[in-house]
């Protein structure tokens, strides 16, 4: 729905340092920590066992907010069934 939403209306940039900032910090931990933590795995127990290890991710990203909540909102529900879909066309 955004991606539609920005086709139409184009991109609505944050005008604010406190924006920017947020922005920078979920790039920072969504994808640099990420990153550079497998990559760190992967120096300490091989490719093999780190691939093995991140096929997990979908399992962990489920069950957090389940052990946090103990629920999974809408939300959730919807994303669990698109991860692995995408995975899977992404293979493809």
Request: charged share 10%.
């Amino acid at each position: 729905m955004s991606s539609l939403l920005m086709m139409v209306n184009g991109p609505q940039l944050p005008t604010t340092t406190a924006g920017w900032a947020v922005i920078g910090a979920i790039v920072v931990i969504a994808t640099v920590v990420p990153v550079v933590a497998f990559l760190a795995g992967l120096a300490r127990i091989g490719p093999t066992n780190a691939a093995m290890i991140s096929t997990l991710e979908p399992v962990v990203t489920w069950g957090w907010p389940r052990c946090c909540w103990g629920r999974l909102s809408s939300r959730s529900r919807c994303g669990r069934r698109v991860d692995p879909g995408g995975r899977a066309a992404a293979g493809a």
